[in-house]
């Protein structure tokens, strides 16, 4: 995917739960999310540091060559091992921990990731970065790392608010494109979902009926480790 196009699914899902987080009450920014022990504060500061690590990896030196794609990204290994989990857990918490209220968090959440869009665009359309993982891939991949973190926790917000989902058709796409290739649209039809059903259950918002364990299953998809 282009690097354009990866900035553009990032910039309008990015602006999509600024808008929709605008206003809430104190309250509402501390009730709890299916992402334990994250409250709904904890869990926008847990996606504003995941963009946070992009102007680090910007002006870290620069690989030779990308090694490793955004799927690739997702395969199962220490970055999902208990202790990182318990890392990623407490930055977060620490994060939302700093701010006064969830409006001054959320003006930094903007501000961020605003910041980010803009380095961003400067830099070449080849450029490759160095994730904390030690994965060296093309800018415009791990940019699609970021949609898949501000979409589906943007869900995992709007649930826990009780609000109806805010994804993005640009999100939708990326998340979609990422788990089922180029032929996205045609497999959904074929599990009979529609793209909100499809986020939920391919990221384990929404438990797989057997009948859709079967299609998937025949489909030959394989999911990204998420979690």
């Given at each position: 995917m282009p690097l354009s196009r990866a900035l553009e699914a990032f910039r309008l899902e990015a602006a999509?739960?600024?808008?929709?987080?605008?206003?809430?009450?104190?309250r509402q920014w501390h009730l709890p999310t299916r992402c334990e022990p994250w409250t709904v504060r904890e869990l926008l500061g847990h996606v504003r540091v995941v963009i946070a690590w992009l102007p680090g990896m910007l002006?870290?030196?620069?690989?030779?060559?990308?090694?490793?794609?955004a799927v690739d990204y997702y395969r199962p290994d220490d970055r999902f091992a208990v202790q990182t989990n318990t890392a990623r857990i407490g930055l977060?918490?620490?994060?939302?921990?700093?701010?006064?209220?969830?409006?001054?968090?959320?003006?930094d959440f903007t501000a961020t990731?605003?910041?980010v869009e803009r380095q961003?665009?400067?830099?070449?359309?080849?450029?490759?970065?160095?994730?904390r993982h030690g994965d060296a891939m093309l800018l415009s991949q791990f940019l699609l790392t970021r949609v898949v973190e501000i979409a589906v926790h943007g869900l995992d917000i709007a649930d826990a608010l009780g609000h109806v989902?805010?994804?993005?058709r640009q999100a939708g796409d990326v998340v979609m494109?990422?788990?089922l290739g180029r032929e996205g649209e045609s497999a959904i039809r074929e599990l009979g979902w529609d793209r909100l059903t499809?986020?939920?259950?391919?990221?384990?918002?929404?438990?797989?009926?057997?009948?859709?364990?079967?299609?998937?299953?025949?489909?030959?998809?394989?999911w990204l480790t998420l979690a």
């Open positions: 999509s739960l600024s808008r929709a987080v605008t206003g809430l009450s104190e002006t870290a030196a620069e690989p030779a060559t990308a090694e490793v794609s977060a918490q620490d994060h939302a921990a700093g701010w006064g209220s969830g409006a001054a968090l959320l003006d990731w605003q910041a961003c665009r400067a830099e070449r359309t080849d450029r490759v970065v160095r994730t989902p805010w994804l993005t494109e990422l788990q499809f986020l939920r259950k391919a990221t384990g918002r929404q438990p797989l009926e057997p009948a859709d364990a079967e299609r998937v299953e025949r489909l030959g998809i394989r």
